[in-house]
């Protein structure tokens, strides 16, 4: 912890703010104690980076594991940094592996923290806003915890997918109002449940952000530019 925040307020964050200028709006629905998921739209590889950044407390996410299994001195810088930033790798292949970083996740908030959650599960290739998965309703079920809508603005226009170093540009971030799911207690095991709920984090973001939505996985669209493109 003590590297986290020596990271953030000594010797990458004083630098990221003075050249990205990142502004944020919403600071005050983040609880200042307590278990919380923030659920963010993903743009880009920066979203990590810049969320925690200007929030006052700490924030883990879930990042595949791909980030801390490289080789070289590049595999070990992104290593270092993904811990440095407070990243916690899991497996995204499915089936047990998913419910490990369900149990991963469950354990940051039963520590009273912040746990940051992608709900689209990848970054979007396009801007556009996709499908929630439906993980984040299970957490916040059974962790009986808010979930405060997160919006990331133009980190895609600084390091958009593919690109290695990033452009100079101002990012942003807008935090929306806690959502309260307490009425759905007990029902985590309900699928239909766990749909209506990460159905209503996405209309949250969606109103937050403005972003054009579109009802089919982020993941889906992907592989039908990758087949498109062979």
Same mark, same amino acid.
């Given at each position: 912890?003590?590297?986290?925040?020596?990271?953030?307020?000594?010797?990458?964050?004083?630098?990221?703010?003075?050249?990205?200028?990142?502004?944020?709006?919403?600071?005050?629905?983040?609880?200042?104690?307590?278990?919380?998921?923030?659920?963010?739209?993903?743009?880009?590889?920066?979203?990590?980076?810049?969320?925690?950044?200007? &929030?006052?407390?700490? @924030?883990?996410?879930?990042?595949? +594991?791909?980030?801390?299994? *490289? !080789?070289?001195?590049?595999?070990? #810088?992104?290593?270092?940094?993904?811990?440095?930033?407070?990243?916690?790798?899991?497996?995204?292949?499915?089936?047990?592996?998913?419910?490990?970083?369900?149990?991963?996740?469950?354990?940051?908030?039963?520590?009273?923290?912040?746990?940051?959650?992608?709900?689209?599960?990848?970054?979007?290739?396009?801007?556009?806003?996709?499908?929630?998965?439906?993980?984040?309703?299970?957490?916040?079920?059974?962790?009986?915890?808010? &979930?405060?809508?997160? @919006?990331?603005?133009?980190?895609? +226009?600084?390091?958009?997918? *593919? !690109?290695?170093?990033?452009?100079? #540009?101002?990012?942003?971030?807008?935090?929306?109002?806690?959502?309260?799911?307490?009425?759905?207690?007990?029902?985590?095991?309900?699928?239909?449940?766990?749909?209506?709920?990460?159905?209503?984090?996405?209309?949250?973001?969606?109103?937050?952000?403005?972003?054009?939505?579109?009802?089919?996985?982020?993941?889906?669209?992907?592989?039908?530019?990758?087949?498109?493109?062979?």
């Amino acid at each position: 912890m003590v590297f986290y925040w020596l990271m953030k307020y000594v010797v990458i964050g004083p630098v990221l703010k003075a050249i990205f200028r990142p502004w944020i709006v919403g600071r005050r629905n983040v609880p200042s104690s307590g278990a919380a998921i923030l659920a963010s739209n993903h743009l880009s590889f920066a979203d990590s980076i810049f969320l925690p950044l200007l &929030v006052d407390r700490p @924030v883990a996410f879930l990042a595949k +594991s791909d980030y801390f299994t *490289g !080789r070289g001195i590049k595999g070990w #810088a992104t290593r270092m940094f993904m811990k440095a930033t407070g990243q916690l790798p899991i497996d995204r292949s499915g089936g047990k592996a998913s419910e490990a970083s369900l149990n991963t996740g469950l354990q940051v908030l039963g520590r009273e923290e912040l746990l940051g959650i992608y709900p689209e599960g990848t970054r979007s290739p396009d801007g556009k806003l996709y499908r929630g998965r439906t993980g984040i309703a299970r957490m916040a079920l059974e962790a009986k915890v808010p &979930v405060v809508p997160v @919006v990331m603005v133009d980190t895609d +226009s600084m390091m958009p997918i *593919g !690109r290695r170093l990033p452009r100079i #540009a101002r990012v942003g971030v807008v935090i929306g109002e806690p959502l309260d799911f307490s009425r759905y207690a007990g029902m985590e095991n309900d699928r239909y449940i766990l749909r209506s709920v990460v159905d209503e984090i996405m209309v949250a973001l969606q109103r937050l952000g403005q972003q054009e939505y579109e009802d089919v996985y982020a993941s889906t669209v992907k592989d039908r530019l990758a087949s498109s493109s062979r």
